[in-house]
């Protein structure tokens, strides 16, 4: 049996390291503050209090679930308390990854764009694009758990960074009168 060629074994590890990064690769359309805010069901504010993972109703996939105790409902309504999920998590001493998920800690302060998915549970609007940590200044900072080539533009790249930029750094407060007048807006019908 002959040795395999150097150059034929650093071809197929290439290979099997790009089947490798391309197979947890997650791409997601880049979406506008518009697009956030109207495609949102839920945007409230406040503070994570409780995290806990669980199967589905039909024991297919874990989910992280967060309780977030609510300073300020601005889409939507809902009570003090907020129930939302994100896929992946540990349960049963079994582990689920979802490359691109979002992640919240018990005590982030957020203000969160919220969708209602087909299983019934809230989610983050656009995967991170809709979760926003609120510094101590009460300025909101965007929090992407994709990287920045996760995100694909569907249109420009003005267009397609807008949400990020029309949030980014302002106060809670003008940020919260963003979302009201894109919601009355879409009350009118001009979106």
């Not at 996939?61 to 105790?69: A, C, G, N, V």
Request: charged residues 20%.
């Amino acid at each position: 049996m002959s040795p395999i060629p150097h150059t034929r074994v650093l071809t197929l590890l290439a290979v099997c390291i790009a089947s490798a990064a391309s197979a947890t690769a997650t791409s997601v359309p880049r979406i506008t503050f518009a697009e956030l805010t109207d495609n949102s069901d839920l945007v409230v504010s406040g503070r994570i209090v409780r995290e806990w993972t669980a199967w589905d109703s039909g024991h297919k996939y874990i989910w992280t679930h967060y309780q977030l105790r609510t300073s300020g409902v601005h889409k939507g309504a809902t009570g003090p308390m907020v129930e939302f999920a994100e896929p992946g998590g540990m349960a049963d001493g079994m582990g689920m990854t979802i490359a691109g998920a979002v992640r919240y800690s018990v005590g982030d302060n957020v203000m969160v764009f919220l969708q209602r998915m087909p299983n019934g549970y809230l989610r983050t609007t656009g995967w991170g694009q809709g979760k926003y940590l609120v510094d101590g200044d009460s300025k909101l900072h965007a929090e992407m758990s994709l990287r920045e080539s996760d995100l694909v533009d569907t249109r420009t790249a003005r267009a397609g960074n807008a949400a990020r930029m029309a949030l980014e750094g302002l106060s809670l407060g003008d940020a919260v009168r963003m979302v009201s007048l894109r919601v009355a807006a879409g009350r009118t019908g001009s979106k």
